[in-house]
């Protein structure tokens, strides 16, 4: 399937692209241990307080961490003009669109997912919620990066687009929020069940899945076109 | 490749913000006939390969292609060859070969190192393009862009960057060569091709523009 072989090329290109010029996976996790590691100064060393909040807080930090540098991910081929090949390619924009997002996912959110227990020992979060968090956030990193990149391809071709794009973002990326954590916080305190929130959060995944590519394809075409 | 293959622009006119680069711009090219642009900076040279390349829109005016090898969209038969060479800087120029050969969906696994030396970059296969000089990421963006056959060239300044041995042993050659196998070529350009039997469509600064035959 040529179609097929093309966009794992894309994908495995963005991936040693992002191992060799650095910023992505690494950089996105140090950024999220960041994030994690000044909250307690500001919400104070309490140890319930810290628990009960984890959920959210872990969910903040990863939503900002995919999102911060996501502004380059169009905008990179945009500036060497590979963007151009790829609007003259056979394989259509909004594939390429999903591939380039998927990269993104592999450096990005998967990696932050799998971090998670480690960083929710920092905030005190409970043994038996580590893998419920873990859990949404795989599932709901997809989404973020899907939506972020709708905003980068409306500011792709803004120089300083990277806070204009999470302006963007950040509202469309509420409903996400709310159900991972919620999903995260039914498995620790209840009283709903992990399952309802964890599959409202799926399906804004899926949702994501299929309208963002087409939105984000679409906003590349209309501010090169 | 492309026997009665034909370009044929009807009456574009191309607007950038608010001023009009250049409009009543009619031409039919037939296979096998290679046209240069010619003017100043910004008259809209560039402008309007974009615009044939489906990367820009005209203000007004219609694009097509007749008897066209498939029906697939005009943009999937060009190859635009912009000022932007469409390199990455981390990725090596074996490296380039072998991504675009999968992405266009050509097995080139052999066919790369005879590329690298149709591009006399054998002594750079393993060099990432970022420390390429310019003249070798432009023969290494041109080279991504033969990996597939298209019919159409569209060619933002080729000969730009090259030293005049490259102009004449690769630009030139390669420039004469879609020619004879029926394609079309579209060239901006202020420096000769070296290729004969060219048409020219000159832009004077006002925005008009006349047909010749190319001196060049």
Redesign the interface.
């Known amino acids: 399937m040529?179609?097929l072989?093309?966009l794992s090329?894309?994908v495995?290109?963005d991936l040693?692209?992002a191992s060799?010029?650095g910023g992505g996976a690494e950089l996105g996790i140090v950024f999220f241990l960041s994030l994690v590691a000044i909250v307690p100064f500001a919400i104070g060393p309490d140890q319930n307080t810290l628990a009960r909040l984890a959920p959210a807080i872990l969910w903040i930090a990863a939503l900002l961490a995919t999102l911060f540098g996501l502004d380059r991910l169009f905008q990179a081929d945009e500036?060497?003009?590979?963007l151009?090949?790829f609007?003259?390619?056979?394989?259509p924009l909004e594939l390429i669109v999903l591939a380039k997002c998927f990269a993104h996912w592999l450096t990005t959110g998967l990696p932050l997912a799998l971090m998670t227990p480690l960083f929710g020992l920092m905030l005190n979060l409970p043994a038996d919620a580590m893998l419920p968090l873990v859990a949404t956030l795989a599932v709901g990193t997809p989404a973020i990066t899907l939506i972020g990149a709708v905003g980068a391809a409306v500011t792709v071709s803004l120089r300083r687009g990277g806070l204009l794009m999470a302006v963007l973002v950040l509202p469309l990326a509420v409903p996400t929020l709310i159900f991972g954590v919620g999903a995260a916080n039914a498995a620790i305190i209840g009283p709903t069940t992990f399952g309802t929130p964890f599959l409202l959060l799926l399906a804004t995944t899926l949702s994501s899945l299929v309208i963002c590519p087409l939105a984000a394809a679409a906003a590349i075409r209309l501010v090169?076109? | 490749m492309t026997r009665d293959l034909c370009l044929i622009a009807e009456t574009l006119a191309c607007e950038k913000g608010e001023r009009l680069l250049f409009r009543d711009l009619s031409f039919t090219l037939e296979h096998g006939s290679g046209l240069i642009v010619t003017g100043q900076n910004g008259v809209g040279k560039t402008s309007l390969l974009r615009i044939l390349a489906g990367l820009a829109l005209p203000a007004s005016g219609t694009l097509r292609i007749a008897n066209a090898p498939s029906d697939k969209p005009l943009s999937e038969h060009v190859h635009f060859l912009g000022g932007k060479d469409g390199l990455k800087a981390a990725l090596t120029a074996r490296e380039h070969i072998a991504f675009w050969s999968r992405f266009y969906g050509v097995q080139t696994d052999s066919a790369c190192e005879a590329m690298l030396q149709t591009l006399f970059l054998e002594q750079q296969a393993n060099v990432p393009a970022g420390v390429l000089s310019s003249g070798q990421r432009r023969r290494l963006a041109f080279g991504l862009a033969l990996l597939v056959p298209r019919p159409i060239w569209l060619l933002d300044e080729p000969m730009n960057a090259l030293d005049p041995e490259m102009r004449e042993r690769f630009m030139s050659v390669l420039i004469a060569q879609q020619l004879a196998k029926g394609g079309i070529v579209i060239a901006s350009t202020h420096l000769p091709l070296g290729v004969p039997g060219l048409h020219e469509l000159a832009f004077a600064p006002d925005g008009t523009h006349i047909f010749k035959r190319a001196v060049l």
């Open positions: 040529p179609l072989s093309a090329a894309l495995r290109r040693v692209i060799r010029i500036e060497d003009g590979v151009d090949q609007m003259l390619a056979e394989a090169r076109g």
